[in-house]
């Protein structure tokens, strides 16, 4: 082998090396964001590392992570839920309702929560699939019905919720409930997404639904039950956020949405459909739940926290804009 082989060689092999790094960080640009970050907080705030701390990033990500499981299915569909904070609102509040004005059962107000929270998710499937609105219009006015119907089935005032519902706000062995919920409705979420004939549908009606149409993919019942799947994480959501409030608030999980839809785009999902993963919504949802316990240590003003919340989704929606134009060419 001459000298100019040996250093094709090695250029070739460098190359390839440094195309697998180039890679790796498009496709885990946000772990590694999320690594240098808990590193430069670890430096500027020892406590941040702490036991106790860390598992408050947990709960605080918990609920936002449960949402984004269910915003998953309907980013990778190609849609967008802007009624997933409205519809946790109403599901907790339909529980605590039925508990404590009906005298049901605790298990069955949890059932009603779980079916209102499907029922809305249809109702925005069912307007996006047969009457062709677009998604965010459909959410959007989904989000408004649940509002409305959480002020008034409570009439603007918090209700207590029952010991069963409490529990989703306490511990097991020492660990949060939330915390456990996120697990494993992101196992549920991971599973759906990879394992079943729906999950299959989802990444190919969003990456083309004329194509999916065509092969024989029903694009309607796909659509309808990405938002069923929604509603019912969403759902699931608020059962969280009563049992650590030991309540259901009207105005719960208010703007939740946006970090909801902010922890898909940020994990790696494409906006355009076709494209996403629930480990990657997972780390989405950590890195905005560390961002937001950085800043609370780091004693940073709650108005200028929202301004660098708002600036990180700009950034991840440019960002995947960015990488769809360099994949399109």
């Known amino acids: 082998m001459t000298n100019a082989d040996k250093k094709l060689g090695y250029d070739s092999g460098d190359k390839t090396t440094v195309a697998r790094i180039k890679t790796f960080a ?43 499981f269910g915003q998953t299915f309907v980013i990778v569909a190609a849609g967008i839920d802007l009624s997933v904070g409205a519809t946790a609102a109403v599901a907790s509040m339909l529980v605590a309702y039925t508990g404590a004005n009906m005298g049901l059962p605790a298990g069955v107000t949890i059932i009603v929560g779980l079916l209102a929270g499907a029922v809305f998710g249809a109702l925005s499937g069912m307007m996006n699939a047969f009457l062709r609105l677009p998604s965010f219009i459909a959410t959007l006015a ?38 456990i919920m996120m697990v494993i409705m992101g196992i549920i979420a991971s599973v759906i997404l990879n394992f079943t004939t729906i999950g299959r549908s989802m990444y190919a009606v969003g990456g083309n639904m004329e194509a999916s149409r065509l092969s024989g993919i029903s694009v309607h019942k796909t659509q309808i039950m990405v938002f069923v799947l929604s509603g019912i994480f969403a759902a699931v959501a608020g059962l ?10 009207p105005q719960a999980a208010d703007g939740y949405e946006m970090d909801a839809i902010a922890s898909v785009v940020i994990g790696g999902a494409s906006l355009s459909g076709g494209k996403g993963k629930v480990s990657g919504t997972f780390i989405g949802a950590i890195l905005l739940a560390v961002i937001r316990n950085g800043l609370n240590i780091l004693n940073v003003s709650s108005f200028w926290q ?3 919340i708002g600036l990180v989704i700009a950034f991840a929606v440019s960002f995947d804009t960015l990488r769809r134009k360099v994949d399109a060419h």
């Open 142 to 179: 989904m989000m408004s019905v649940a509002r409305g119907l959480t002020l008034v089935i409570s009439d603007g005032r918090p209700i207590s919720t029952s010991g069963m519902v409490n529990f989703f706000g306490g511990t097991i062995i020492g660990i949060p409930v939330p915390i």
């Open 306 to 308: 929202k301004v660098v």
């Open 240 to 249: 969280v956020i009563a049992g650590r409030l030991h309540s259901a608030q």
């Open 26 to 68: 498009s496709q885990n640009g946000a772990l590694i964001g999320l690594i240098i970050l808990c590193i430069a907080l670890s430096i500027v705030a020892p406590a941040f590392l702490s036991a106790s701390n860390l598992m408050n990033v947990g709960i605080q990500a918990a609920t936002v992570a449960i949402l984004a």
